[in-house]
Every structure is written in structure tokens, then in C-alpha cells.
């Protein structure tokens, strides 16, 4: 996914914690990506073209990683920990569902699955999500 569509994610989780800032969502949702910039140099604009700037972060290890910085969080308060826990999982599950992360590197690579390999799936894939997104934090 795109850091726009990240971001909009970010601002849909916020939806649901009223108490909360939503460019705090907005900012736990885009932490993963910090990974990113460790490949600025060879990082290319084509669909796919940061799958290798993923670090063991945006794996399923990543996921444990950020739910165990984010249980201490639950005792400074409950809501804090609670977006952050769950603005980080929904980053990981978005970049999980387009197939680049270990689980579903071999799901991807069957010839009758497009999991966001074409161009044209992959915009209705960023489209479709950050217009929920938006329309939920808009809305709700």
C-alpha cells in the first residue's frame, strides 16, 4: 500500500477512538514504512517497487515486535496503547493482503491469484481503501 492510503487507514482507525488525535493515528499508521528509508537509494516508482525495502519488520515478526511496544503503552492509557496496537496491525495486514510478506509470498506467485500485481488491481486495491477509510473517519 501507499503512504497515502496508510495514512487514510490511519485516519479510519481514528474513527473508532474519538478521545484520540488523528494525526496520532495517522503517524502510528505510517511507522512501519520508517523501514523504507534504509533503501531510499534503490527504491523505484512502479507497482512492487519497494518489496524489497521491507526490513523483518513488515513480517510476521515485525507484528509481534510492535504489539509488544505497544502492551506498555496500555498502562500509560488504555486508549493510547489500544490505537497504537491496532493502527500498527491494520498497517501490517494491508501490506500482508497485496502479498508481499512471507505468508503470502507462495499465494501470490500462483498464476491465477493477482494479489495487486497488475497496475489496475493495485489502484481499485489503494482506491477502494482509502475511500472507506475516509469516508468512515468522515462519517462516524
Known amino acids: 500500500m501507499t503512504t497515502f492510503t496508510h ?5 479510519g482507525v481514528a474513527s473508532f477512538f474519538p478521545g484520540s488525535s488523528p494525526w496520532l493515528a495517522v503517524g502510528f499508521s505510517l511507522l512501519p514504512d ?4 534504509l533503501f531510499l537509494k534503490s527504491m523505484r516508482l512502479k507497482v512492487g517497487g519497494m518489496q524489497h525495502a521491507r526490513t523483518f519488520m513488515h ?3 515485525g507484528t509481534v515486535v510492535y504489539t509488544a511496544i505497544g502492551l506498555p503503552m496500555f498502562l500509560v492509557s488504555r486508549e493510547l496503547g489500544a490505537l497504537f496496537v491496532t493502527c500498527l496491525l491494520t498497517h ?9 510478506s512471507t505468508p503470502y509470498k507462495s499465494i501470490r506467485d500462483l ?11 493495485r489502484i481499485v ?10 469516508w468512515l473517519f468522515v462519517t462516524v
Open 111 to 121: 498464476p491465477s491469484v493477482d494479489m495487486g500485481k497488475r497496475l489496475a488491481t
Open 34 to 37: 520508517l523501514d523504507h528509508l
Open 92 to 100: 501490517l495486514f494491508c501490506d500482508f493482503i497485496n502479498g508481499y
Open 7 to 11: 495514512a487514510a487507514v490511519g485516519l
Open 125 to 134: 486495491q489503494e482506491i477502494t481503501l482509502g475511500a472507506a477509510c475516509i
Open 59 to 61: 513480517e510476521l515478526l
